[in-house]
């Protein structure tokens, strides 16, 4: 079974600065891919960025890139300038390409963005 | 185009009841997929459906069940409610197939409250 582990609970960041949030993941899966989602408070889950397992480039959106390291197991979620409308809960997911759309999640950071 | 919708947003119950969540999909999207959140346990993977058939189911009890209707629409039913499934219930819908694979589509979830 896959695990996703989100080793740090709550982060915050001043506004315009840049965050790192951490995430690790333990699969024997070769295919498969990687999510951030981002809950903010009392609204809904959205999507931030989708990395390919296969693909050695790391994913960018806008102000949100990741750092994929296959070999360590290791999938880093880069905010640069940070925005009040940052501030929300942001999960580390996994889904293995034959897994049909069981997605797993990480137990989530709190990040809060001050201003 | 609509979002994911869910019903109700809110409900209580009391021990031993049952109760019935409703998700209708975004218009397209044949894959419905039910997580249980939770501030301990985080977001956990209840069941997914396709085409009216579950194709994955996630370690909850048999007291949870789920269905889907041809239009898509998903509902999902626990019995013998117990104060341990007092959560969010989030429903999210997906293209589920190549490029679209694992990116969910949230509903705003029902917050069920057992008494």
């Known amino acids: 079974a896959q695990t996703v582990t989100q080793s740090q609970p709550e982060m915050s960041v001043q506004e315009a600065e840049t965050v790192t949030l951490s995430c690790t ?50 999938f880093s979620l880069k905010i640069s300038d940070s925005q009040l409308g940052d501030t929300a809960m942001y999960f580390c997911a996994f889904l293995d390409s034959g897994g049909y759309q069981k997605v797993t999640f990480g137990t989530g950071t709190k990040l809060q963005v001050i201003p | 185009k609509a979002g994911v919708t869910q019903t109700p ?84 819908s997906s293209l589920a197939s190549g490029r679209a694979a694992g990116e969910l589509f949230f509903g705003e979830g029902s917050r069920l409250t057992v008494l």
């Not at chain 1, 981002?38 to 693909?55: D, F, G, T």
């Not at chain 2, 301990?40 to 269905?67: D, I």
């Open chain 1, 25 to 74: 993941y333990d699969t024997s899966e070769n295919n498969y891919y990687l999510f951030w989602y981002k809950q903010p408070p009392s609204r809904q889950m959205i999507l931030v960025i989708r990395q390919e397992a296969y693909k050695q480039q790391n994913a960018t959106e806008n102000r949100f890139s990741v750092n994929f390291q296959k070999a360590a197991k290791s």
């Open chain 2, 9 to 92: 947003r809110y409900l209580i119950k009391t021990r031993g009841q049952q109760v019935t969540l409703s998700c209708s999909p975004i218009s397209g999207h044949r894959s419905v997929s039910w997580y249980q959140q939770t501030p301990g346990q985080g977001l956990q993977f209840l069941f997914e459906y396709f085409s009216e058939t579950q194709r994955n189911k996630g370690n909850f009890p048999g007291r949870f069940s789920g269905r889907q209707f041809s239009n898509s629409r998903s509902e999902m039913n626990v019995s013998t409610l117990e104060l341990g499934d007092s959560a969010l219930y989030l429903c999210a």
